[in-house]
């Protein structure tokens, strides 16, 4: 089951990697929040496809109510803010430098349970998130004439993508996680379809060819989704944690091979304190949880 869930794990890593060369591809010709309001769309039916199909969801009446809607709907708004910083860092950037800064939003994670959930964060995994953003300082590179504000916009996501992944912890286990991600998409939906509808910039769609390239990101990227919850649930979440780093060299080959690009100078050695950092935290909660089911043995 194991080495089920990290293959699992990886082949979401790495569909998510070719949702964002896609987003990528398309936002030469479209805005960001339209793409948004299409990924979120068309990435439902993944979700919908599995809880159409749920035996436990037939079992339970079919019942599509939860008891923190306004919270799942919520993560929607949430949702739509990363997304739209990580999709116009995706136009703007070299696609492995917008992914590895992503990355930090484990860290973000970590410095968020404090005031959010009342965790106490030791000096390990202080040190890890002091490590890690050292990392996402480096990749940035702040101090030279190229820097540019763009490069705080996957950081921004990363904020608000740990927001979303800490908000989770609040839904109770026996919630369906489909119905739980659909809430969330409707709330993806109607959030982008305001900021679409104030900036006023929307492109109308003609091509065919444009509806099915929307169409396959949408069902890549929530494909990638269920693949990720699935494979969380299938063994222990800190197990699996340090295969996302895959994301990395995934990134850099598409952005490489589809766009030329080649982002050496700006990846290292930042790339190397954020992972560092990131895979501490994942230790170091791995070693707590262990410590505290050994406690109670």
Excluded: C
């Excluded at 003609?206 to 509806?211: E, I």
């Excluded at 995934?250 to 992972?275: K, Q, Y």
């Amino acid at each position: 089951m194991f080495y089920r869930a990290v293959a699992t794990v990886i082949l979401a890593i790495f569909l998510f990697d070719v949702q964002g060369a896609l987003i990528k591809h398309m936002g030469g010709r479209y805005p960001v929040e339209q793409i948004a309001l299409y990924r979120n769309l068309f990435g439902m039916l993944p979700h919908v496809l599995v809880l159409v199909f749920s035996a436990s969801w037939h079992r339970g009446g079919r019942s599509l109510k939860l008891d923190l809607w306004q919270l799942a709907l919520g993560r929607g708004v949430l949702l739509i803010f990363a997304q739209i910083s990580f999709y116009s860092a995706l136009v703007h950037m070299e696609m492995a430098t917008a992914t590895t800064l992503a990355f930090s939003g484990p860290l973000f994670v970590t410095t968020l349970s404090v005031p959010l959930l009342g965790h106490r964060v030791g000096w390990v995994r202080g040190f890890a998130v002091v490590l890690g953003f050292s990392g996402v300082v480096m990749v940035m590179q702040p101090g030279r004439d190229a820097f540019n504000l763009v490069a705080l916009l996957p950081v921004a996501a990363a904020f608000f993508y740990a927001l979303t992944s800490i908000s989770s912890r609040y839904f109770r286990s026996e919630d369906s996680t489909a119905l739980i991600s659909i809430y969330a998409s409707v709330g993806a939906v109607l959030a982008s379809l305001v900021v679409v509808v104030i900036n006023g910039t929307p492109v109308v769609l003609t091509s065919l060819n444009d509806w099915l390239w929307f169409i396959v990101m949408g069902s890549v990227g929530g494909t990638a989704v269920y693949l990720l919850i699935s494979a969380y649930r299938m063994t222990e979440p800190s197990s699996l944690s340090p295969f996302e780093y895959f994301g990395i060299p995934f990134s850099f080959f598409l952005g490489w091979w589809f766009f030329a690009e080649t982002p050496f100078d700006s990846l290292f050695p930042g790339v190397l304190f954020i992972v560092s950092g990131g895979l501490l935290v994942v230790w170091r909660e791995r070693y707590l949880q262990r410590k505290s089911v050994g406690a109670g043995t």
